[in-house]
């Protein structure tokens, strides 16, 4: 596009800016400036005389809200610098002074404000804790837990109830955990139900086995045969005789058991005809089973609502004792706050005049009627669907065709009647079509995969079709869509196809990188690289094909921490370090990759003890040396439980059990052992905030940080993350990969909104029936496709956001359809018309500087480029040395305070510098450095980053997290953040002159010095300074030797930095990784 074109929504981007008074909804297509409309209109405001502390930006995430106070900084900043008119520039430029003011933060950040505002009005305590998601989950199953141990002496008549229907407590966890997610739904139940005629269904399949008993040759010769069918039935049979036909749960256990005709072959019965008559038989015996099956799953529903209904207040009660709220409770208690207290209303009403919502297609419903309640005229109506809002009040801005979060409680049918609402009440739609991310190719692709998915006018379930506009131009280079195609035959292995994708996908991303693959006349680099899964838990399958061909990646959204090798590893055996009683997890560690003991040894040792348990002196003489290892183990990370924190007892039993060697020796090494660092370190910060040994494990259990990605890389790799983690991002080349679509899509929950009240049908499967659904709520048949019909619409928007993430290149795997199969991208697959092979990768646009600079780091010295690049520095060298010279005049020798050292004091005391390299102290003295900046730092994320960054392997990664970890927690680090004032890496230059004759020797023709140095830290105690000099060289040899040499370079940083403050400095040597102290005169000192 032009400059002189004019936008073909120009004027909806005008009205966003100037109509301040009408509320609007403003559906923004994807990559069409969400972000700077927002910041457009509140910068508007800000001109209008709204001040900034009357206006709330909710966001759909933390990562949003900084982006968008970051731009509304900048743009502040710049508005105010060119606004002409007095009013209007003082206007911005008090807002700029006010800015923290304003607020911008997600839903359940804004909640949490308003309720420690007025906490007596909304019945919390103002010190409230909040959980997050994880959090919350381990609190909930400590909480279930505790209440499934105490229902039979406090509700014995539910246990009766369970127990008499054959319910395992447990399997009731999924339905409270529903309950608790969805605190504003009332589960819909039918207590009128009676119990299914079990009799009559069991006579018939009696008599059926009663048929088979007397041809039991036959099936036992089909199940010779590797008849499935046979197989069941023989089981069947055994059973019968000792089957209580009295116990309903065990009958209806034994017929869901019943085989499928489909799982008879005729071939691999000797009866061919009589088999045909069996298969008959299974047909219909069949169907009343499963019919049944879902009577018998209605019948069970309310009884099991008896059992989880009552905890839910229960769990609310709990979380109050613990002074904890989950998000739930922040919405639910800021909506009552407001809904039920008119003043309360009135107070917040007018001090955030001003909403704007963001990605407001995902919103929770309680966020929706929240907003209503702010912005409505009548303070005391408290139907917030009957509320008017005020003018001006309201600004939403989403795209309902990138509404992909139902399964967290976003609501496609709430967006439709807000929006419905503000226009009936004077408000207006606008929309945003003009794309300022993707090529006009790419667009008009979109344009043609979506057109016949999404109607002209939305749906209850669907979004309307609203086409993207080109923004930009074709640049140079190729641009538009290529598929990747991986042909099968038959019945493919799902996970052959999911790894030849990765390793094409890794193998292409390296071709280009390494070839200088070129778009717009610049070479792509690994940031350029956006790998995009459906879902979360194969990202660290494609994670793996790159690190393994050496391709630097971030994985964000992925199974990650919580699904890592090393913490699957380890969980068995804290189970059993937890709980002295717990033989599974006992049998499950000794068995395992940890320990590794064989069954036989595990059976000799169980046939002569009787049982399977550790304790202090359990093991006699002669007991297997890998039996007496494991039991040291155990007993050692018990006493470490016992005397230790909980955060610290983790970190010791992960390097007794040799985690981190473990991590770092297999493939991805470097992501596997910055998973584990940071599953210490969270376990660490939860020890901090008061959490158990049991509490950590229980956590580790639920999968920590599931939705925290590993970023060990602070730039320059390949991003890899699943869909959902991908909205509001983009990428130059965007690759939608693995085509292997899920198994099952059947739905599993439906909450209708239509009443007064939401209705909710929770269902239950468990595979204690063969996989069928174990608890049915009413009407479920109608609910369910009900249900698919959402989740149909919802799978076309996924692959809508996936579909416009990418700016030049969108790349997608594609499977064949000879396997019969249906393909992840089977909604694009029909518009791909160019494979990927077609795309040649060109390295000519390399330029001359980047090969300049691969030549200084890699290249050959008898290359004439290399060697006139050699002699650029050098002149640029000399040049410096000139300009000192003009400036502070001749005959000073510039000299930094450690070359003097190295001339002075001569060769090292034990010839080279002992200790890790270079690098290993550049990483430490910069984690150091980051550290005293801020004692929150997120040790293990950053030594990642830094350490890959300075070739550090993963083994040193790991045992530098450790180190960093100890030395944060150790007393002298409590001394340096208790000090007044910490300086880190501070740079000096002073003129002086030699004071020593080793001195004058050592820096040449003068005696005069221009010396440079830089103070690792400084920190100010009182009236006098304390400069730390860090070693991280070895000085297991002799420190004393090391201090001497290196104690007249602190000598000089002590005497120049006492000129420079005029304030008293003492000076100490630190050996870091011994802890050893001196001062500047080399005498051992206590730190």
């Given at each position: 596009m032009t400059a002189t074109e004019v936008l073909a929504d120009a004027g909806a981007r005008k009205r966003i800016e100037e109509d301040l008074d009408c509320n609007f909804v403003v559906e923004a297509a994807a990559g069409t400036g969400k972000t700077t409309s927002l910041v457009g209109r509140m910068l508007s405001l800000v001109r209008s005389g709204v001040p900034l502390g009357n206006i709330a930006a909710v966001t759909f995430t933390r990562k949003a809200a900084a982006r968008l106070s970051e731009a509304l900084q900048i743009r502040l900043e710049q508005a105010a610098a060119q606004e002409s008119d007095k009013k209007a520039k003082k206007l911005l430029l008090q807002a700029l002074d006010t800015r923290e003011q304003a607020f911008i933060g997600t839903i359940h950040s804004f909640c949490a404000r308003m309720l420690r505002e007025r906490p007596v009005e909304a019945g919390v305590t103002p010190d409230f804790m909040e959980l997050d998601e994880t959090d919350a989950a381990v609190m909930r199953d400590r909480f279930w837990r505790q209440y499934a141990d105490e229902l039979p002496k406090k509700n014995p008549q539910a246990w009766s109830s369970l127990k008499k229907i054959g319910l395992d407590i447990d399997s009731l966890r999924p339905l409270f955990g529903n309950q608790t997610a969805n605190p504003d739904v009332d589960v819909v139940v039918d207590s009128s139900l009676q119990p299914p005629d079990v009799q009559s269904v069991s006579a018939n399949v009696f008599s059926f086995l009663d048929r088979m008993q007397n041809s039991r040759k036959h099936a036992e010769t089909a199940a010779g045969n590797g008849d499935k069918a046979a197989v069941m039935i023989l089981f069947l049979l055994d059973r019968r005789a000792h089957l209580n036909q009295a116990a309903l749960p065990d009958v209806i256990d034994f017929l869901s058991r019943f085989p499928g005709a489909s799982t008879i072959t005729l071939k691999n019965w000797p009866d061919r005809d009589a088999a045909k008559g069996v298969k008959q038989s299974?047909?219909?015996?069949?169907?009343?089973?499963?019919?049944?099956?879902?009577?018998?799953?209605?019948?069970?529903?309310?009884?099991?609502?008896?059992?989880?209904?009552?905890?839910?207040?229960?769990?609310?009660?709990?979380?109050?004792?613990?002074?904890?709220?989950?998000?739930?409770?922040?919405?639910?208690?800021?909506?009552?706050?407001?809904?039920?207290?008119?003043a309360v209303r009135r107070y917040f009403s007018a001090r955030y005049a001003r909403l704007l919502v963001d990605e407001f297609q995902d919103t929770d419903p309680i966020q929706a009627e929240i907003m209503f309640l702010l912005a409505g005229e009548e303070s005391s109506q408290t139907d917030w669907r009957s509320l008017t809002p005020r003018k001006g009040s309201l600004f939403i801005v989403g795209d309902p065709k990138q509404s992909i979060y139902r399964f967290r409680r976003a609501d496609i049918g709430t967006y439709n009647f807000v929006r419905d609402r503000i226009l009936a009440t004077g408000g207006e739609l606008l929309t945003l079509q003009t794309n300022f991310r993707s090529e006009p190719a790419v667009c008009e692709w979109v344009n043609g995969v979506f057109a016949g998915k999404f109607p002209d006018d939305s749906t209850p379930e669907q979004a309307r079709r609203v086409d993207l506009f080109a923004g930009k131009q074709c640049g140079d280079g190729p641009c538009g869509v290529f598929f990747l195609d991986h042909p099968v035959e038959g019945r493919a292995v799902h996970e052959e196809v999911q790894k030849r994708d990765a390793e094409a996908i890794a193998e292409w991303i390296g071709n280009a990188v390494n070839n200088g693959f070129c778009l717009d006349g610049k070479p792509l680099a690994w940031e350029d690289y956006l790998v995009l899964t459906p879902f979360k838990k194969e990202t660290s399958l494609y994670a793996d094909a790159l690190e393994v061909r050496g391709i630097p990646c971030n994985v964000t959204g992925g199974e990650g921490i919580g699904n890592s090798e090393e913490l699957v590893f380890l969980l068995p055996f804290l189970r059993a370090v937890s709980d002295r009683g717990n033989s599974g997890a006992l049998l499950a560690w000794l068995r395992g990759p940890l320990c590794g003991i064989d069954d036989e040894t595990l059976y000799r040792y169980v046939k002569e003890r009787k049982w399977l348990s550790f304790g202090k002196d359990d093991l006699p003489d002669?007991?297997?040396?890998?039996l007496v290892r494991a039991e040291r183990l155990l007993d050692e990370s018990r006493r470490l439980v016992a005397v230790s924190s909980p955060g610290a007892a983790l970190a010791r039993i992960a390097d007794l059990l040799g985690l981190f060697l473990l991590a770092g020796s297999g493939k991805a090494g470097e992501r596997r052992v910055g998973a584990l660092a940071k599953i210490l370190h969270l376990a660490r910060e939860k020890d901090s905030e008061g959490a158990s040994f049991r509490d950590i494990v229980h956590w580790l259990e639920n999968g920590p940080g599931q939705e925290q990605g590993l970023p060990l890389r602070s730039g320059g790799a390949v991003r890899v993350m699943n869909v959902h983690q991908a909205k509001g991002l983009e990428a130059p080349v965007v690759f939608l990969a693995n085509p292997v679509a899920p198994k099952n899509n059947a739905a599993y929950s439906h909450i209708s909104r239509d009443g007064e009240s939401p209705q909710g049908y929770f269902l239950v499967a468990s595979g204690q029936y063969n996989g069928t659904?174990?608890?049915?709520?009413?009407?479920?048949?109608?609910?369910?496709?009900?249900?698919?019909?959402?989740?149909?619409?919802?799978?076309?928007?996924?692959?809508?956001?996936?579909?416009?993430?990418?700016?030049?290149?969108?790349?997608?795997?594609?499977?064949?359809?000879?396997?019969?199969?249906?393909?992840?991208?089977?909604?694009?697959?029909?518009?791909?018309?160019?494979?990927?092979?077609?795309?040649?990768?060109?390295?000519?646009?390399?330029?001359?500087?980047?090969?300049?600079?691969?030549?200084?780091?890699?290249?050959?010295?008898?290359?004439?480029?290399?060697?006139?690049?050699?002699?650029?520095?050098?002149?640029?060298?000399?040049?410096?040395?000139?300009?000192?010279?003009?400036?502070?005049?001749?005959?000073?020798?510039?000299?930094?305070?450690?070359?003097?050292?190295?001339?002075?004091?001569?060769?090292?005391?034990?010839?080279?510098?002992?200790?890790?390299?270079?690098?290993?102290?550049?990483?430490?003295?910069?984690?150091?450095?980051?550290?005293?900046?801020?004692?929150?730092?997120?040790?293990?994320?950053?030594?990642?980053?830094?350490?890959?960054?300075?070739?550090?392997?993963?083994?040193?990664?790991?045992?530098m997290t450790v180190l960093v970890e100890g030395i944060r927690e150790s007393a002298f680090w409590n001394r340096i953040t208790a000090s007044e004032r910490r300086l880190a890496e501070v740079p000096f230059l002073v003129r002086t002159v030699a004071d020593s004759e080793k001195e004058k020797k050592g820096a040449g023709a003068t005696e005069s010095l221009l010396l440079s140095g830089t103070v690792d830290l400084a920190i100010l105690e009182g009236d006098s300074w304390t400069l730390i000099d860090y070693k991280t060289n070895s000085a297991r040899n002799d420190a004393v030797k090391l201090a001497a040499y290196y104690s007249p370079q602190l000598s000089r940083y002590v005497r120049h930095w006492k000129e420079l403050t005029k304030q008293e400095t003492a000076g100490l040597l630190w050996f870091v990784e011994t802890g050893e102290f001196f001062d500047e005169k080399g005498m051992r000192v206590e730190g």
């Open positions: 299974m047909v219909s015996l069949k169907q009343s089973i499963d019919a049944l099956l879902t009577e018998w799953a209605g019948y069970c529903y309310s009884f099991a609502v008896d059992v989880t209904g009552p905890a839910v207040p229960l769990y609310g009660e709990y979380r109050r004792s613990e002074g904890v709220l989950d998000f739930g409770d922040l919405l639910l208690k800021t909506r009552t706050m407001l809904r039920d207290n008119p002669g007991t297997d040396p890998k659904k174990l608890l049915r709520p009413p009407h479920w048949e109608e609910k369910s496709k009900l249900e698919e019909r959402f989740l149909e619409a919802e799978r076309d928007r996924l692959q809508y956001v996936a579909a416009t993430r990418a700016e030049k290149l969108l790349v997608v795997s594609a499977m064949t359809k000879k396997s019969g199969r249906e393909s992840s991208w089977n909604g694009l697959e029909p518009f791909l018309k160019h494979e990927l092979s077609e795309l040649v990768i060109h390295p000519a646009c390399v330029n001359e500087p980047a090969r300049l600079e691969q030549l200084f780091l890699f290249g050959d010295e008898s290359d004439p480029l290399f060697l006139e690049d050699v002699s650029r520095l050098r002149d640029a060298g000399r040049e410096r040395a000139e300009r000192v010279k003009a400036l502070f005049g001749e005959g000073f020798e510039p000299l930094s305070v450690t070359a003097l050292t190295h001339r002075v004091g001569g060769a090292f005391p034990y010839g080279e510098e002992e200790g890790d390299g270079m690098p290993w102290g550049t990483v430490l003295h910069r984690l150091l450095e980051m550290l005293a900046a801020d004692p929150e730092l997120d040790i293990p994320v950053t030594a990642g980053r830094v350490g890959i960054n300075e070739g550090l392997d993963s083994g040193q990664i790991a045992r």
